[in-house]
């Protein structure tokens, strides 16, 4: 039994998204991105920490030539809403100029973060700027944001596992559930 099983039975909460659901629908967008791509080697940014897992499976998935790098930004602190405030935690590793750049985010919520980051990367010239987003949750949204590969739309509900966390805690479990 793993700890994910051990721990939380799928079905606790109001969103379940099983372990092979989020692999089978990563493959789908790794075969889309694929398809985009052909012939350049797109460089994937993380956003962590919540995105590590999604961006680690679709980079595995990819089966092509791609780079990767980092960035993290903190909008929540310990809570379970956002504050609004967009604060950068880690910067990027490597110039983005010219490069083909694909951002792939945990869940794009009121919009916020990513509409910071995205008008924080496009200063720095990048040949194209995409979007990868696990999970979206329209219902909240305050800033419309392009997501151009979608892995799931979502109610408003709290989620964790799978990279999301749940006060620092959850990551490391296989789906994605929410609190009742």
């Known amino acids: ?14 969103v379940q998204i099983s372990e092979k659901e989020l692999l089978s629908r990563i493959k789908e967008l790794a075969q889309q991105i694929r ?42 602190g310990a809570g379970q809403q956002s504050s609004g405030e967009v604060r950068l935690v880690k910067d990027l590793s490597f110039p983005i100029h010219d490069r083909h750049v694909i951002l792939i985010e945990d869940i794009i919520d009121t919009g916020l973060t990513m509409d910071y980051i ?14 990868a987003s696990l999970l979206s949750k329209p219902s909240r949204r305050k800033v419309e944001v392009p997501i151009d590969y979608l892995g799931f739309t979502i109610p408003d509900a709290f989620v964790f596992g799978y990279g999301l966390d749940r006060n620092q805690q959850d990551r490391n479990m296989s789906f994605i559930s929410s609190q009742k």
Do not use: W
Request: proline share 7%.
């Open 118 to 131: 995205l008008r924080y990367l496009q200063e720095r010239g990048p040949a194209s700027l995409k979007v």
């Open 35 to 76: 398809s985009d791509y052909t012939g350049q080697m797109p460089h994937l940014i993380c956003l962590l920490n919540g995105a590590f897992l999604f961006h680690a499976d679709l980079v595995r998935a990819l089966d092509m030539p791609a780079t990767v790098d980092f960035l993290q930004t903190s909008s929540y």
């Open 1 to 14: 039994m793993t700890f994910s099983q051990q721990y939380l039975q799928p079905g606790d909460g109001p």
